[in-house]
């Protein structure tokens, strides 16, 4: 079994009432994830724990209609070009703010030919900023999913990967794999503190 401790970040019941409390939370499974880089490794169990650590522009509830994640809104502005507006005062959890330029960062990242979550971003063709709290989103040609296929896109701090040097996601093996693969820097409501893989 896999052992993952993390802390929750505020609890939302906790927060209406104005008080924050950090608890532990203990996870086990019978098979251990496949790594915590958000790039990598496109199998149910290792996504299922990324969401709890990551978050994605768009999200999906539990009748997988699309709700606002990191982005509160979003349209199609023509057939090829959607825009999105981004939350703000998001922090990552080292504290680092959430920017637009976490989010090209992470298309690109997300783009790379080892990127196993890659299909997500296939048709992504740019996105540009056009100020702190827009960004476009360009496509190669129209693609009226582009929302559903962002549900997928988890978002990294782009100022943790160039300090960490994971500016890409890397297939390792094991003792060999990225910084990313093993450590996280979400916004996602629980924060990793240790991860001992293979205890029973």
């Known amino acids: 079994m896999s052992r993952i401790l993390a802390a929750t970040a505020v ?61 509160t809104e979003w349209k199609q502005v023509d057939p090829t070009t959607w825009r999105f507006t981004l939350r703000q005062g998001v922090k990552f959890h080292d504290g680092t703010p959430f920017t637009a330029d976490d989010v090209i960062f992470s298309v690109k990242r997300n783009q790379h030919e080892q990127g196993a979550m890659r299909t997500a971003t296939l048709t992504i063709k740019e996105v540009r900023k056009v100020d702190d709290k827009t960004i476009d989103i360009l496509t190669e040609g129209p693609n009226p999913i582009l929302d559903q296929d962002l549900a997928s896109l988890f978002i990294m701090s782009k100022v943790w990967s160039e300090k960490n040097n994971t500016m890409t996601p890397v297939r390792g093996i094991v003792g060999n794999e990225s910084y990313a693969n093993t450590h996280v820097n979400g916004t996602g409501p629980f924060k990793l503190l240790d991860r001992v893989p293979d205890t029973r």
């Open 11 to 71: 609890a939302l019941t906790l927060a209406a009432y104005g008080m924050a409390e950090a608890k532990t939370f203990r996870f086990s499974s019978s098979g251990d994830i496949n790594g915590l880089d958000p790039h990598l490794n496109n199998e149910a169990p290792t996504n299922a724990m990324k969401n709890n650590l990551y978050e994605t522009l768009i999200f999906r509830d539990y009748e997988l209609k699309l709700l606002p994640g990191l982005a």
